[in-house]
Antibody, heavy 127, light 106 residues
Framework: EVQLLESGGGLVQPGGSLRLSCAAS????????MSWVRQAPGKGLEWVSA????????YYADSVKGRFTISRDNSKNTLYLQMNSLRAEDTAVYFC????????????????????WGQGTLVTVSS | DIQMTQSPSSLSASVGNRVTITCQAS??????LNWYQQKPGKAPKLLIY???NLETGVPSRFSGSGSGTDFTFTISSLQPEDIGRYYC????????FGQGTKVEIK
């Protein structure tokens, strides 16, 4: 059974830093691209960042580029999100999500959907 | 970046009624579109992938259609357990979600 368990959320002041972790189990962690998706209170889903199975490729939403860093430790089956220069608008529940297997319908390859999610960890940025 | 515009933002319908949600992409994304359901306090769940394919185990009252820039999600007969928020998501270029549609029972 696939399980994703986030930790590391909490209250932080504007301009501060926080590191989220996501412990994964039940699948071949190193074979899958992993992602962070957030949801501000009462708002919709926002994709934040993703990292390839090997860790060699990383992707970021414009809203967090230059402030957040995604990484992974395949020996520990753990995904991380280092969040620096936090702002009030970063307040959200942060979900760790496993992406589906990459497929190549033509000359390019795609990763379709988020097939497993954690329960989320709340990050509150406030003074 | 690809923007996804979803409408309406909320709707209220009676049990048994047909419900339709639309999603428009800012550029042609082919059929690279998925639909999710999120119940309060829970993580999202995939319902429809590649615009029109029903995920295994999802009731057949849920369906999706469309390609290019315009997509539709339908619940053919709304049930009480269908309350929640529904999101479209594109994967033609990274991943983007629509703003969501809150579905309530009238």
């Amino acid at each position: 059974e696939v399980q994703l368990l986030e930790s590391g959320g909490g209250l932080v002041q504007p301009g501060g830093s926080l590191r989220l972790s996501c412990a994964a189990s039940g699948f071949m962690f190193s074979s899958y691209t992993m992602s962070w998706v957030r949801q501000a209170p009462g708002k919709g889903l926002e994709w934040v960042s993703a990292i390839s199975g090997s860790g060699g490729r990383t992707y970021y939403a414009d809203s967090v580029k230059g402030r957040f860093t995604i990484s992974r430790d395949n020996s520990k089956n753990t995904l991380y999100l280092q969040m620096n220069s936090l702002r009030a608008e970063d307040t959200a529940v942060y979900f760790c999500a496993k992406l589906s297997i990459e497929y190549c319908p033509s000359t390019r390859c795609l990763i379709s959907h988020f097939d497993y999610w954690g329960q989320g960890t709340l990050v509150t940025v406030s003074s | 970046d690809i923007q996804m515009t979803q409408s309406p933002s909320s709707l209220s319908a009676s049990v048994g009624n047909r419900v339709t949600i639309t999603c428009q992409a800012s550029q042609d994304i082919g059929n690279f579109l998925n639909w999710y359901q999120q119940k309060p306090g829970k993580a999202p769940k995939l319902l429809i992938y590649d615009a029109s394919n029903l995920e295994t185990g999802v009731p057949s009252r849920f369906s999706g259609s469309g390609s290019g820039t315009d997509f539709t999600f339908t619940i053919s007969s709304l049930q009480p357990e269908d309350i929640g928020r529904y999101y479209c998501q594109q994967y033609d270029n990274l991943w983007t979600f629509g703003q969501g549609t809150k579905v309530e029972i009238k």
